[in-house]
């Protein structure tokens, strides 16, 4: 079983993929396209959808692939949002009773 370093270790990637040009680049892609934020909001809403119908048809495999998607066009999102998972987490641990 993985732990959550994969998480971290994807925001540092993200991170080098906005602050250094690449090509073929997928996140890169997102982060400088010309609707900037809005694609990448976009995304996370149509993985969002395809999650919440992987799960309501039963499918598990397709239901842990698009989770996968999401988090990870989440992540893309916090970036293009100028937003830092670590203030995610903060406000997380905040709500803990
Ligand atoms: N985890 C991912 C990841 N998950 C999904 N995707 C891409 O997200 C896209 C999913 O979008 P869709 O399912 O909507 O497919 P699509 O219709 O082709 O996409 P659009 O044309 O609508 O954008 C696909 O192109 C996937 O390849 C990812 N692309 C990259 N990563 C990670 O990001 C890292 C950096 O990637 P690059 O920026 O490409 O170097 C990689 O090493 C991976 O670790």
Known sequence: MR???ILEELWEVIQDRADHPS???YVRS???HRKGVDKSLEKVGEEAVEFILAAKNQVPERTVSE???LLFHL???FQALGIDPADV???LAARRK
């Open 75 to 77: 992540l893309v999102a």
């Open 89 to 91: 987490l903060d406000e």
């Open 30 to 32: 997102i982060l400088t």
């Open 23 to 25: 090509t073929g680049s």
């Open 67 to 69: 989770a996968a998607d």
């Open 3 to 5: 732990d959550w370093e």
